[in-house]
């Protein structure tokens, strides 16, 4: 009874830890120099917040709540499906002809070279760390 009970409490330890960790890839944030788009993954929600125009920020002594009348806010709509099922589709859709992808030919060409970059400095190290 008493091996039991203690199994049932590390498991409920062990998923308490776990989902911690993944509160942690919970919320999604990309800064740029004009917006702020938050996601969160699990509500399946997000927010876009967008300045309106750029260069009517100056730098200096400025009321904070006076620069939101320029601040764009916009609900993102995040679709229900299985995210890469749901990319895929998009970009079959876009060879098609059937709209527009989910980025441009360029985006996806500069994220191509960006992925070999990164798979080739894995390579290297792991050239590096081989006991060969």
């Known amino acids: 009874m008493h091996r039991r009970f203690a199994v049932g409490i590390h498991c409920i330890h062990v998923r ?10 919970q919320h999604f944030r990309f800064f740029t120099r004009d917006s702020y788009v938050s996601v969160d993954l699990f509500e399946k929600t997000g927010d876009a917040f967008v300045i ?7 730098p200096g002594h400025v009321d904070p709540l006076s620069l939101l009348a320029g601040i764009k806010r916009t609900k993102l709509d995040i679709g229900s499906g ?3 099922t749901l990319e895929l589709t998009a970009f079959v859709r ?21 992925a070999e970059q990164v798979r080739e ?12």
Request: proline share 4%; aromatic share 8%.
């Open 16 to 25: 308490a830890e776990f989902q911690k960790e993944l509160r942690c890839f």
């Open 52 to 58: 309106k125009d750029p260069g009517s920020f100056k």
């Open 82 to 84: 299985e995210p890469l």
């Open 94 to 114: 876009s060879l098609r002809g059937d709209g527009a992808g989910a980025a441009s030919a360029r985006a996806g060409r500069d994220a191509l070279a960006v």
């Open 121 to 132: 400095a894995m390579r290297a190290r792991a050239r590096q760390w081989s006991l060969a």
